[in-house]
């Protein structure tokens, strides 16, 4: 058959009328297409429809006017009709250099370079459109893209078949119930990805993660178990021991990939193992049999948890009687594990990222030093989670027997290029409080023309203090760029602000900086700290500032808690 005798085919035209689609947004297709574009980290994606003389957009996400209003396109700009006449996936890496493609017009007029499609079909097999994922650079794309994209457009043929099946039911004055439970199963397989890709997006741990998919999965496919292992130096380790009787979590704690069980042989050959009944699980997993039998399992499928090197893991689901998958969930649960593998890596990578800003800031934050008399201490505490590291820093120097220097500051942000600035300027402020006997203000000077003439120019907030001794107690000596004034806590309760400041760090050339002085009475506390102590989105800062100095009075007299970064 030629090409225009495929795509005028009168079958696949009244299939296509029967979906009830045209050149308008649908709402649920909209969803298939934005799901592309994040899988498969693309610009646009599309679900695409064709017939003999146009295609059109039901889906779309990320194209560019005026075809996202319009819609459609005449078939010189179409790559899916390539996969509608073929009935198989066009993968394109540079459609300007592709002999297939290389004369459509959709590469100047809508930007199309890197192209992916894969067919969508009707219960007749029939070929009617492609969801496709498009980039507007050359695209080299991965097996797991090109798998996790099948897996999408086999969902997506699941919900245009329901389409097309429920407009013949009425068209046979089919009741309501009948319909339901005839289409039920296939509409509850094609939102269970459109639910994936909200529940999995929202996941920063790997505990989120493994919940997402055990709710996602108990409503359609009703599993018993669901179970993730995930390859760690040759080795399968088991992240759900949890959901396991332990004597059986402690089995499978650890064990080699080349074991013959189900998760083992799925991440081994990345090839889905489906395991129908105990005879199956007898014959491809032999090791897992004696688990089965104890658990009552009597059927599973594994899938490979596609990562950019090969498998990094399986994603496993078992039921406690006999199940076969068709051929739609089988295509659904391998894009479900693609999702699941993207949330497990982003989860890991978030893991590394926050221990790593951990043990960043506990390098960079001083031990106090042992000022006896004096009592020290001092707590650093992210604002929110995952906010570990950033520009707050505090220091303390023993400069003489009753004689501090003692420094609080932030940089401004709050992310590990302001701990860098953090560290560098502590470091500098460190080696001028250790060599040069000079006034707070001074030092804060130097610090300032440091910057400037580094091009370290951050916008920086510090309080250099010194306690000197005094007659009686102390005298604390300070200078202070633009940071939040130190409070001064009297055994009688008396809170006091030591006011006195000058323009903050890396801002300007030569600044004035004064120096400040204050008598501390004997069991008096001095309280330093950043701004995060005190401001939050939602409320004023002075109610704050004063909710500060009731707490403060509550301390008078108090000794210092035993706390460090």
């Given at each position: 058959?030629?090409?225009?005798?495929?795509?005028?085919?009168?079958?696949?035209?009244?299939?296509?009328?029967?979906?009830?689609?045209?050149?308008?947004?649908?709402?649920?297709?909209?969803?298939?297409?934005?799901?592309?574009?994040?899988?498969?980290?693309?610009?646009?994606?599309?679900?695409?429809?064709?017939?003999?003389?146009?295609?059109?957009?039901?889906?779309?996400?990320?194209?560019?006017?005026?075809?996202?209003?319009?819609?459609?396109?005449?078939?010189?700009?179409?790559?899916?009709?390539?996969?509608?006449?073929?009935?198989?996936?066009?993968?394109?890496?540079?459609?300007?250099?592709?002999?297939?493609?290389?004369?459509?017009?959709?590469?100047?007029?809508?930007?199309?370079?890197?192209?992916?499609?894969?067919?969508?079909?009707?219960?007749?097999?029939?070929?009617?459109?492609?969801?496709?994922?498009?980039?507007?650079?050359?695209?080299?794309?991965?097996?797991?893209?090109?798998?996790?994209?099948?897996?999408?457009?086999?969902?997506?043929?699941?919900?245009?078949?329901?389409?097309?099946?429920?407009?013949?039911?009425?068209?046979?004055?089919?009741?309501?119930?009948?319909?339901?439970?005839?289409?039920?199963?296939?509409?509850?397989?094609?939102?269970?990805?459109?639910?994936?890709?909200?529940?999995?997006?929202?996941?920063?741990?790997?505990?989120?993660?493994?919940?997402?998919?055990?709710?996602?999965?108990?409503?359609?496919?009703?599993?018993?178990?669901?179970?993730?292992?995930?390859?760690?130096?040759?080795?399968?380790?088991?992240?759900?021991?949890?959901?396991?009787?332990?004597?059986?979590?402690?089995?499978?704690?650890?064990?080699?990939?080349?074991?013959?069980?189900?998760?083992?042989?799925?991440?081994?050959?990345?090839?889905?193992?489906?395991?129908?009944?105990?005879?199956?699980?007898?014959?491809?997993?032999?090791?897992?049999?004696?688990?089965?039998?104890?658990?009552?399992?009597?059927?599973?499928?594994?899938?490979?948890?596609?990562?950019?090197?090969?498998?990094?893991?399986?994603?496993?689901?078992?039921?406690?009687?006999?199940?076969?998958?068709?051929?739609?969930?089988?295509?659904?649960?391998?894009?479900?594990?693609?999702?699941?593998?993207?949330?497990?890596?982003?989860?890991?990578?978030?893991?590394?990222?926050?221990?790593?800003?951990?043990?960043?800031?506990?390098?960079?934050?001083?031990?106090?030093?042992?000022?006896?008399?004096?009592?020290?201490?001092?707590?650093?505490?992210?604002?929110?989670?995952?906010?570990?590291?950033?520009?707050?820093?505090?220091?303390?120097?023993?400069?003489?027997?009753?004689?501090?220097?003692?420094?609080?500051?932030?940089?401004?942000?709050?992310?590990?290029?302001?701990?860098?600035?953090?560290?560098?300027?502590?470091?500098?402020?460190?080696?001028?409080?250790?060599?040069?006997?000079?006034?707070?203000?001074?030092?804060?000077?130097?610090?300032?023309?440091?910057?400037?003439?580094?091009?370290?120019?951050?916008?920086?907030?510090?309080?250099?203090?010194?306690?000197?001794?005094?007659?009686?107690?102390?005298?604390?000596?300070?200078?202070?760029?633009?940071?939040?004034?130190?409070?001064?806590?009297?055994?009688?309760?008396?809170?006091?602000?030591?006011?006195?400041?000058?323009?903050?760090?890396?801002?300007?050339?030569?600044?004035?900086?004064?120096?400040?002085?204050?008598?501390?009475?004997?069991?008096?506390?001095?309280?330093?700290?950043?701004?995060?102590?005190?401001?939050?989105?939602?409320?004023?800062i002075d109610d704050r500032k004063e909710e500060l100095r009731q707490t403060l009075i509550g301390l008078a007299g108090?000794?210092?808690?035993?706390?460090?970064?």
């Open positions: 058959m030629t090409e225009q005798d495929i795509l005028g085919d009168r079958a696949r035209l009244d299939a296509l009328a029967r979906t009830g689609l045209d050149a308008a947004s649908d709402p649920a297709l909209d969803r298939f297409a934005l799901m592309v574009r994040a899988a498969v980290r693309v610009p646009v994606a599309l679900v695409t429809l064709v017939d003999q003389v146009r295609q059109i957009f039901p889906g779309a996400c990320g194209l560019a006017e005026p075809w996202m209003q319009e819609r459609q396109t005449p078939l010189t700009h179409s790559f899916c009709r390539h996969v509608v006449t073929t009935a198989q996936p066009l993968v394109v890496t540079d459609a300007r250099t592709d002999p297939r493609v290389t004369g459509s017009m959709a590469i100047d007029d809508l930007g199309v370079v890197g192209y992916a499609g894969m067919p969508l079909t009707d219960a007749e097999g029939l070929v009617l459109g492609s969801l496709c994922a498009i980039d507007t650079a050359p695209r080299q794309w991965t097996a797991a893209e090109l798998d996790l994209l099948a897996g999408l457009a086999a969902a997506c043929s699941d919900m245009l078949r329901l389409r097309i099946a429920g407009q013949a039911a009425s068209l046979r004055g089919d009741t309501a119930t009948v319909r339901e439970h005839a289409f039920g199963a296939a509409f509850d397989r094609s939102q269970l990805l459109l639910r994936a890709s909200v529940a999995l997006a929202g996941t920063t741990t790997m505990t989120d993660v493994l919940e997402a998919v055990r709710e996602l999965v108990t409503r359609t496919l009703k599993p018993d178990y669901v179970g993730v292992s995930l390859l760690d130096a040759g080795q399968m380790a088991l992240q759900t021991g949890e959901f396991l009787p332990p004597p059986v979590a402690g089995r499978w704690r650890q064990y080699p990939v080349t074991a013959r069980t189900p998760s083992a042989l799925a991440a081994h050959t990345g090839i889905p193992v489906l395991l129908p009944d105990l005879a199956a699980v007898a014959a491809q997993t032999p090791d897992a049999v004696a688990t089965f039998q104890e658990m009552g399992w009597e059927s599973s499928v594994s899938l490979p948890l596609p990562g950019p090197a090969g498998p990094i893991g399986a994603l496993t689901f078992a039921w406690t009687h006999p199940y076969t998958l068709d051929a739609a969930e089988q295509a659904v649960l391998a894009a479900l594990a693609g999702y699941a593998a993207q949330a497990l890596q982003r989860a890991d990578h978030l893991y590394s990222r926050e221990r790593v800003a951990t043990l960043l800031q506990q390098s960079l934050l001083s031990d106090l030093p042992d000022a006896r008399p004096i009592e020290l201490a001092a707590r650093y505490a992210p604002a929110v989670r995952g906010d570990d590291v950033g520009g707050d820093w505090y220091d303390a120097v023993r400069l003489g027997p009753e004689h501090l220097a003692l420094v609080v500051g932030d940089v401004a942000g709050h992310d590990i290029h302001a701990a860098g600035h953090m560290g560098q300027l502590r470091s500098m402020l460190r080696a001028y409080i250790a060599d040069r006997h000079e006034p707070p203000s001074a030092l804060l000077r130097r610090l300032d023309n440091a910057m400037q003439i580094l091009g370290d120019q951050v916008p920086t907030t510090a309080i250099l203090a010194y306690l000197l001794p005094g007659d009686p107690g102390h005298v604390l000596q300070w200078a202070n760029a633009g940071h939040p004034a130190p409070m001064l806590i009297e055994p009688d309760g008396t809170v006091t602000a030591l006011a006195g400041r000058d323009m903050l760090l890396g801002v300007g050339r030569r600044v004035s900086r004064s120096n400040h002085s204050h008598p501390i009475p004997p069991g008096s506390t001095v309280l330093f700290y950043t701004d995060g102590l005190i401001e939050t989105r939602v409320d004023v108090a000794p210092c808690p035993s706390c460090s970064a």
